[in-house]
């Protein structure tokens, strides 16, 4: 691939915002780059839908650079998360349990709500599937994209498939705008790339979009990813399937790492009795 395009070099990068939910780019990866590293950015789940849908064109169902519309155009795919959520719940599918014995889903029920909502289309409506790409077609939704675990575990289970242990360096996009070249300096270290370290790097500063949304409806996505986000908390403390993290500190504020769910309210502390095998 890198040949074709003429590239040489002892380091070669590729990069796309897309290829975390393609279960065939990721297959392809395995295959054809077994010694690679797959290093995967983690936003604040509102804040990555928001840079989606103001970075998708109108005629696409998105905002083309203004969030104006972005509550109404998510209002079917949030129905559906939440409907997912619950229908999995209530069958008992649990992966976590808490000390008193009731069953909590966060994983199963995370994974179950993106397969069945990631074909969602802004603005209402859902793609059409083909050729067995159900969950990883050419369009997502907008929140569904934000569920990430089920799409980490994909992720390893495709690297397991060419008998590889899993490749993901998972890395906080938060982090790179704080502080750009300590989180850069860091992120090569775990790649074992030191050497690469050169001149300064910064990034554009931070900016935080989605308190320009209604108090409301923000108060309502949070509350959507209370459950998925202690999901991704059980998986990205599970070394199996994520061995490698860069500066998930800097999201404590939305994802802190020993979260404990329970079924009746927000996500709390301390750590989780989470079953280690793989799913």
């Keep these: ?158 690297a397991a498939k060419s008998d590889l242990a899993s490749p993901l360096v998972v890395a906080s996009s938060r982090a790179f705008h704080d502080d750009a070249a300590d989180t850069v300096a860091a992120l090569l270290k775990v790649l074992g790339l030191d050497h690469a370290v050169g001149k300064s790097i910064v990034a554009p500063a931070f900016k935080e979009r989605r308190k320009d949304l209604d108090v409301d409806a923000l108060a309502a996505l949070d509350a959507l990813y209370e459950h998925p986000n202690c999901a991704l908390a059980a998986v990205l403390t599970n070394r199996t399937l994520v061995p490698r993290v860069v500066g998930l500190e800097r999201d404590a504020d939305w994802l802190p790492l020993d979260m404990k769910c329970n079924t009746d309210g927000p996500a709390v502390h301390p750590s989780p009795n989470v079953d280690r095998e793989e799913l």
């Design 1 to 158: 691939y890198f040949e074709t395009l003429g590239c040489t070099g002892a380091v070669l990068i590729d990069e796309s915002p897309g290829y975390l939910a393609h279960s065939v780019a990721l297959l392809r990866a395995a295959y054809s780059v077994p010694r690679a590293s797959w290093v995967v950015l983690l936003r604040e789940p509102v804040e990555r839908a928001l840079a989606h849908y103001l970075h998708l064109p109108k005629k696409l169902g998105g905002g083309q650079g203004s969030i104006k519309g972005f509550v109404e155009a998510v209002t079917d795919e949030k129905k559906c998360i939440e409907a997912a959520l619950v229908a999995r719940a209530a069958h008992g599918h649990a992966d976590i349990t808490h000390e008193s014995g009731a069953a909590l889903y966060p994983r199963l029920s995370t994974r179950y709500a993106f397969e069945h909502c990631a074909d969602q289309l802004p603005g209402g409506g859902r793609q059409l599937r083909s050729h067995g790409s159900a969950v990883y077609g050419k369009e997502h939704g907008l929140l569904s994209l934000s569920l990430y675990a089920p799409q980490l575990e994909h992720a390893a289970q495709m």
